[in-house]
């Protein structure tokens, strides 16, 4: 294949799917340079949508869904059949020898949090472009991240903050900062006083550039009863959190809720409340959804788990996505007991119908984190022209 000419070396390495570019990266610095050039990444981008559009009629039918999951510190693209059910992985689209304990896609980045020493990395799998950010002075045992971008200059920015007491430090964190990629520098927001809380299993969502978070109003220790939830956004343009936006449904400390999103498009939120005579699993899906507004649908779905298997999902779990064409929810969970001994990843895949089928995704050893699934949309937009690439 050395022997081909360029053009032609490009059409055939194009034709591969993006799992296996870094494996094509790494077997000579030709095919290297050949694949981080521009005009394969639009020959590329052409051939995933034209494969994309003959998908499509299939994904329709709940058939090769792909997304993203984050299973063992490892990050892989899935393949969902939800007509013969069944979770496939496609290939690992991991950085390479980084152990990664929690992502945040956004465009086509993803902001990774890595295992043991904490530490930040941006990443483009498509591009194969890494980038490590410093800490403007450290990182937070309690410290919340988000990726996102401003919507005018496209420029991605990686958010960082802390609201929490230490007990260790006795002493209150309360900081907000901003990394530029663009300028490659953090930025100090003073002005930070939020009036709400987000529970430290709480994932953000990250959508049109923006992150939501579901938050509480603060109130005092030990009171539960009668405190406002709502969805917070933080705004990427303005840089600053806007306004609470309203929920279908009033939730308290405990409940399970999690957010995903639709399309890219929309927010879904599910809603299982703790200690319920029964364990209705419920889903909304937004109608409207910006930094200051948003309206909800009617209820999309709603499964009492209590007489298909008797399960709640962790407050900390249930990360999930739904098929709206199918009117299903794929919902992520650690598993122990029945039908497996010990914790197993495990994906049940719901209907309203009371329709209910088990994935099991394998066994679990890492005690501490919960499984991740999420939309993923290959991108060639660069971390930084400067960066060095890996």
């Given at each position: 294949?050395?022997?081909?000419?360029?053009?032609?070396?490009?059409?055939?390495?194009?034709?591969?799917p993006v799992t296996s570019l870094g494996e094509v990266r790494s077997t000579c610095k030709k095919w290297n340079s050949i694949t981080k050039g521009e005009s394969f990444l639009k020959r590329h981008m052409c051939e995933a949508a034209e494969g994309a559009a003959k998908k499509k009629q299939k994904q329709r039918k709940g058939i090769g869904i792909k997304v993203v999951m984050l299973l063992e510190n490892r990050v892989s693209l899935m393949s969902v059949n939800l007509?013969?059910?069944?979770?496939?992985?496609?290939?690992?689209?991991?950085?390479?020898?980084?152990?990664?304990?929690?992502?945040?896609?956004?465009d086509g980045l993803f902001l990774c949090v890595t295992t043991g020493e904490k530490k930040l990395l941006v990443w483009n799998p498509y591009l194969g472009?890494?980038?490590?950010?410093?800490?403007?002075?450290?990182?937070?045992?309690?410290?919340?991240y988000a990726l996102g971008y401003e919507k005018k200059k496209k420029k991605h920015?990686?958010?960082?903050?802390?609201?929490?007491?230490?007990?260790?430090?006795?002493?209150?964190f309360c900081e907000l900062e901003i990394y530029s990629l663009d300028s490659n520098s953090w930025k100090v927001v003073d002005d930070f006083t939020p009036d709400w809380r987000i529970e430290l299993y709480q994932r953000g969502?990250?959508?049109?550039?923006?992150?939501?978070?579901?938050?509480?109003?603060?109130?005092?220790?030990?009171?539960?009863?009668?405190?406002?939830?709502?969805?917070?956004?933080?705004?990427?343009e303005t840089e600053r959190f806007g306004p609470r936006l309203p929920l279908p449904f009033h939730g308290f400390v405990g409940d399970t809720v999690t957010l995903s999103s639709v399309r890219e498009e929309q927010v879904a939120v599910l809603f299982q409340r703790f200690g319920a005579p029964a364990l209705t699993v419920k889903i909304w899906i937004s109608t409207k959804i910006e930094p200051n507004?948003?309206?909800?649908?009617?209820?999309?779905?709603?499964?009492?788990?209590?007489?298909?298997?008797?399960?709640r999902f962790y407050r900390h779990a249930g990360s999930f996505f739904v098929d709206e064409e199918e009117k299903v929810a794929v919902v992520l969970q650690k598993d122990k007991g029945k039908p497996y001994p010990n914790k197993h990843i495990t994906a049940y895949i719901i209907a309203s119908n009371g329709y209910l089928k088990l994935v099991d995704l394998g066994q679990?050893?890492?005690?501490?984190?919960?499984?991740?699934?999420?939309?993923?949309?290959?991108?060639?937009?660069?971390?930084?022209s400067n960066l060095l690439h890996h």
């Open positions: 294949m050395s022997d081909l000419p360029r053009e032609m070396e490009e059409e055939v390495l194009s034709r591969l007509l013969y059910p069944s979770i496939e992985p496609i290939g690992n689209i991991g950085a390479e020898g980084v152990g990664i304990s929690e992502i945040f896609h956004c472009q890494r980038r490590w950010i410093e800490p403007r002075s450290c990182y937070h045992i309690f410290d919340r920015k990686v958010l960082r903050f802390v609201n929490n007491y230490d007990p260790r430090a006795k002493h209150r969502l990250s959508l049109k550039g923006n992150t939501y978070w579901y938050a509480h109003e603060k109130s005092s220790p030990g009171r539960t009863i009668g405190v406002a939830d709502f969805l917070i956004c933080f705004d990427f507004a948003v309206s909800w649908g009617s209820l999309f779905l709603a499964v009492d788990m209590r007489p298909l298997i008797d399960v679990s050893r890492d005690f501490r984190r919960c499984p991740l699934v999420c939309s993923y949309v290959p991108s060639s937009v660069p971390i930084d």
